[in-house]
């Protein structure tokens, strides 16, 4: 078996911490993450690529000859596209999961309710740990293992805490969850339990936690997970290249994404635009973002400014992982509009639920997060935003058992019970499949399958 790992055949990229803001570029970042002369974000650039260097046609067929190999870092969907990330002169190093390496699925079904002829779904809660984060975190959590720390921090709605409990874990590192207080899905929290996790539930909102941490992370020798970590973004970046690679470097019109603290948004963005300069694709997809009603400061911010000045709401719905009202990322993700041509949408918590019922019906499923994808398409469909014969990739973000409780609720009609949301759910009746209680007996049984199926009677 070739050795893809040796230096030789593959030289570590070169990476640069640079602002977004003023432009400074450092080797190493603060420990918040943000710029020392101007506060702004950072990003993560390569001095050094070229597409002479950087041959694409080369490195298609050399990232699909490592998915024949056992090797852990070309069994990892995020480390077989190394040479866009940055390096690592040991790549033993590297904290894996085998992350990344996610289905493409068409959506047949939730093709014909939008009126599009074909769509299909990148899920990326087919992940390790059943979100997109884990392709961040094994590169930020290896940066954090090669750079000594002992401890790793995040805030979060819970993936991300999920996520980084179980790469510390395996990494040999100790973490630390800020959660706020009931407003995490018991699958997430029962993860970053189980692998370990120190795990405070505050009495405030995800932006109440990300606010105390960055202050913890001044004081303390921890080191930040969250996605204002570029290393983060630049894991998460590789959902886009793998797709790319699915559909054969022929990209898609339009990507949709759920938009919380709006990381992978700027992260998917990132991708395509350093794809295109470099040769892999001829055109970038228009990435769109889409929030809840209840929780939309991007929304807000673009329709009032223009995306000058981030406009923070107090968040609010049921999609908790997006419950997040004043994103870190959000100048990237303006950014990513821009240069994409991207729009960005709303949609209700009543278009929220439906939505996931019907990715639920081909077969799919996901959690209620990444059901605004499909929400906020139907939006941009009737709009004339995204036209009937262009092709359409939907980013599912988590897997539909992180969060049981809202499905639950839903298909028992209970889940706008004493909300503003109420009236409005009577839409979702036909969608809803309550389990139905019966007699233990033969009869009954054969009763209600024929009930199900009108066919049956005939
Ligand atoms: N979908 C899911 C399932 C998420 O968990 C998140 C964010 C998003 C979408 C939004 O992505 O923040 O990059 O815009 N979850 C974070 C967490 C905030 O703590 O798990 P984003």
Request: with cysteine; hydrophobic share 40%.
């Amino acid at each position: 078996m070739t050795d893809h790992t040796s230096p030789k055949s593959n030289p570590a990229q070169r990476s640069q911490l640079r602002c977004i803001g003023c432009g400074v570029v450092c080797e190493k970042a603060e420990q918040n993450f943000h710029c020392a002369s101007c506060g702004d974000l950072l990003e993560i650039v390569y001095p050094d690529w070229t597409s002479t260097r950087l041959d694409p046609a080369r490195l298609r067929t050399l990232w699909r000859q490592r998915r024949a190999s056992g090797l852990p870092v070309d069994e990892s969907g995020v480390w077989r596209f190394r040479e866009l990330l940055p390096g690592f002169d040991d790549w033993h190093e590297i904290i894996t999961l085998r992350e990344g390496n996610t289905p493409l699925y068409e959506m047949p079904h939730c093709a014909r309710v939008s009126g599009l002829e074909q769509l299909y779904a990148k899920h990326q809660g087919m992940n390790p740990t059943g979100s997109f984060k884990d392709t961040g975190m094994t590169l930020a959590a290896s940066v954090a293992r090669r750079e000594g720390f002992r401890w790793v921090a995040c805030a979060s709605t819970g993936n991300t805490s999920a996520s980084m409990a179980a790469y510390a874990a395996r990494g040999g590192m100790r973490s630390l969850v800020l959660i706020p207080e009931g407003k995490v899905s018991w699958g997430k929290l029962s993860q970053a339990l189980d692998y370990g996790a120190v795990t405070c539930q505050l009495k405030t909102d995800f932006d109440g936690c990300m606010r105390l941490l960055n202050e913890v992370v001044q004081r303390m020798p921890v080191y930040l997970l969250n996605s204002v970590n570029p290393y983060r973004l630049e894991g998460q970046k590789t959902a886009a290249i793998e797709l790319m690679e699915q559909f054969d470097w022929q990209p898609s019109d339009h990507i949709i994404v759920p938009g919380g603290n709006l990381g992978n948004s700027s992260a998917l963005g990132k991708a395509f635009l350093e794809m295109k300069q470099l040769g892999f694709i001829s055109t970038v997809p228009k990435v769109s973002i889409i929030q809840a009603a209840g929780a939309n400061p991007l929304v807000r911010t673009m329709r009032e400014n223009g995306g000058k000045k981030l406009i923070s709401v107090q968040a609010e719905t049921a999609a908790s992982a997006i419950r997040i009202g004043n994103p870190a990322s959000w100048k990237k993700a303006v950014g990513v509009l821009q240069a994409t041509g991207g729009a960005v949408e709303q949609v209700s918590e009543v278009e929220i639920a439906l939505a996931k019922s019907e990715i639920g019906a081909d077969g799919i499923g996901c959690e209620p997060a990444s059901a605004v994808t499909l929400a906020g398409l139907m939006k941009l469909v009737k709009q004339g935003f995204v036209k009937s014969g262009e092709s359409v990739v939907l980013i599912l973000t988590g897997h539909l058992l992180k969060d049981p409780e809202f499905t639950l609720k839903f298909h028992r009609g209970d889940l706008f019970a004493g909300t503003e949301s109420e009236k409005e759910a009577d839409i979702l009746r036909p969608q809803q499949r309550a389990p139905i209680v019966l007699d233990a007996t033969t009869d009954a049984v054969i009763r209600t399958l024929k009930e199900a199926d009108g066919r049956l009677e005939a």
